[in-house]
């Protein structure tokens, strides 16, 4: 008796090898997803930054900060001279195209914006040891230099929101 031999796989061999492809192919795509993520909130960390330093050059030249953060805005300005001619455009959340969290206020009578505090939320959970600042707006009294008022809406112990605030100079 002679057995035949076929070629190729059988339903059961070929049934295990998509099977291990298809777990191979989740775990990568999933690792390209958090490396996303992680670019998204680098950029948005990189974003605050540069806006702080267009902030603290407008304060500079205008003696306070912008009211808000918008490029026509001129407030203590030189006619002429507004937020645009610091950083143009003003960068915006690389996810949602919203723009990003801001607050100014005054810790005196003068109405000036002396005072900020700009945020976001970030994507992932992560340490962030470097200008988070933990900013705590119920130990100090804001007067608000704009229409918003009271304390800034976001304190800064969340871990996920990454927050960058003026400082006591």
């Given amino acids: ?3 035949s031999q076929s070629r190729g796989f059988t339903m059961i061999e070929l049934l295990v090898v998509v099977a291990i ?17 992680r670019s998204r909130d680098n950029k948005r960390i990189s974003d605050l930054q540069l806006i702080s330093l267009s902030l603290e050059q407008y304060k500079t030249n205008c003696l306070e900060y912008p009211n808000r953060l918008d490029a026509s805005a001129n407030n203590g300005c030189a006619i ?3 937020f645009g001619n610091f950083i143009n455009p003003i960068p915006v ?7 990003y969290n ?6 005196s009578s003068t109405n000036r914006c002396l005072r900020y505090h700009l945020w976001t939320k970030l994507e ?43 400082s006591d100079r």
Avoid: A
């Fill in 102 to 107: 801001y607050f100014v206020y005054s810790q």
């Fill in 1 to 3: 008796m002679q057995l």
């Fill in 124 to 166: 992932k959970d992560r340490e962030i040891s470097q200008n988070d600042s933990n900013f705590n707006s119920s130990n100090i009294i804001t007067i608000p230099c704009t229409t918003s008022s009271g304390q800034s809406p976001i304190d800064g112990n969340i871990p996920e929101i990454y927050d960058i605030h003026s």
């Fill in 93 to 99: 959340d690389p996810k949602t195209n919203d723009p």
């Fill in 21 to 37: 492809m298809t777990i191979l192919m989740g775990l990568v795509l999933s690792s390209f997803d958090l490396s996303r993520e």
């Fill in 80 to 82: 002429g001279i507004n």
